[in-house]
């Protein structure tokens, strides 16, 4: 057996009973509680599975500590609530099922039917009714493709384009003061761009949403019998029986407004009382993103100037990179350090051509 390979995967398993235990202590819904106590379960028995295991080859089982990704999901689940970090923690799951060699198909399923759970592409909870099923997708829904995602790249788009910005105005030995105003001139320029593309995805999402909002309500009052087949047919497609599904169903659409809503959640994959945010929210969170990015390495040249103030800037931005880097990681899984680095290497990269760019052109011009 491979220890190096039993121990990342016994951290890993460690790492998903903790997260889902946290998970479930700030939950408010009961129900839901109790599905990530189910999932922290499931994955405290793979832990003793690898403990085992590692200890029959000779290995000595560690003690166990929260890997960094896992203290800053459960910090942030803590302070914005489950939902925020659930997008990150489904993408883990898949890949995790993926890692088992075939012998271990049983804990290879468990990881599978966790993503599928956390996902809501079946009734892998078992034993959820239709309406809180409906409650979490509904959640999971509500992020908007992950705001946490959003927020990491919206920051890192601002420190890379205007350090390459800033590092092409420095290479042409532009003075102080004219790289400060076309720093923050690019940072004005870049946020306000981000800006309004951001309020025009949302508030044409929202407008679509609307629309088929209104669509769906009057299929509700002409076609109900029609509608209820499609309750009937989603419910059976989460695994429950038909007679269920059926008597789900026609609860459901006893009440005009709780049908249209489960109906929008269950069918449209809308959130009625949300409709993807809003416009103005999303503009100014991506607006405020992108400038604490593109502040970063025009910090130093308010105080300095010279190369003196190109290296404070390229080190201020490579640490701001390296956290960018280190963000990603809780998408991803991969290892802080290298994840950080390769941030830090593409980034200093793209200033250097700029950089170097900038020179060109500055010596043209002087020639």
Known sequence: ???????????????????????????REPRLAEVYRRLAEVERRHAQVWSTRIADAGGRVPAYRPSLRTRLLIGLAGRFGPGFVLPSITGVERADAGRYAP??????????SHARVLSQVTAATGGLSGAVLAQLEGRHRAIGGNALRAAVLGANDGLVSNLSLVMGVAGAELS???????????LLAGAISMALGEWLSVQSARELYQHQLRTEAAEIRDIPEEEARELVL?????????????????????????????????ELGIVPGELGGSAWEAAGASF???ALGAVVPVVPFLFLDGTPAVLASLAMSAVGLFAVGAGITLFTARPVAASGLRQVIFGLAAAAVTYTIGRLIGVNLEG
């Open 288 to 290: 405020l993103l992108f």
């Open 1 to 27: 057996m491979d220890l190096r390979r039993a121990m990342a995967t016994l951290r890993d398993e460690r790492d998903g009973a903790a997260l889902y235990e946290a998970l479930a202590a700030v939950e």
């Open 176 to 186: 102080g003061r004219a790289i400060i105003i076309t720093g923050f001139a690019g």
């Open 234 to 266: 989603i419910y059976q497609a989460r695994g429950l029986p038909e007679d269920q599904a059926r008597a789900l169903a026609a609860q459901i659409m006893s009440d005009e407004a709780r049908a249209l809503d489960t109906l929008a959640r269950e």
């Open 103 to 112: 012998e271990d198909r049983a804990l290879a399923a468990d990881e599978a």
